[in-house]
């Protein structure tokens, strides 16, 4: 099993800036793994945001290319995402994801075994 638990949402005025971060709480160590951002807007589907593998493959979507950047602290079990330049549009709840025993910068929702809770960023002035 593997526990998911995600810190650092919260307020921000457009331009600014906020670093999310999702602990991740396993006993198991997973030599091949893929964990991953994802975002859900109010009234819209869950998005894929950036992923990164166990290697350090990283991916980004289109959407926040340039502006959101993804990367882990493997000794914390820690995945981070920062994001500056934020605009209202980035408004959303942020989710991390884990996906056990594949390295592969997917984006798709459905490969992903765990969940986290979710951290709320709100972006208005």
């Known amino acids: 099993q593997v526990q998911l638990v995600e810190s650092g949402g919260g307020s921000v005025q457009p331009g600014g800036s906020l670093r999310l971060a999702c602990e991740q709480r396993?006993?198991?160590?997973?030599?091949?793994?893929?964990i991953a951002w994802f975002r859900q807007a109010p009234g819209k589907e869950r998005q894929g945001i950036a992923a990164?593998?166990?290697?350090?493959?990283?991916a980004v979507a289109d959407s926040v290319k340039g502006r959101f950047t993804i990367s882990q602290d493997n000794a914390k079990k820690t995945l981070y995402l920062e994001m500056n330049s934020l605009k209202p549009d980035d408004t959303a709840t942020y989710y991390c994801?884990?996906?056990?025993?594949?390295?592969?910068?997917?984006?798709?929702?459905?490969?992903?075994?765990?969940w986290g809770q979710g951290t709320q960023v709100i972006v208005s002035s």
């Open positions: 994801a884990f996906r056990a025993n594949v390295a592969s910068v997917n984006l798709d929702e459905s490969v992903y075994n765990f």
């Open positions: 396993r006993q198991r160590t997973y030599p091949y793994y893929s």
């Open positions: 990164i593998t166990s290697s350090g493959q990283t």
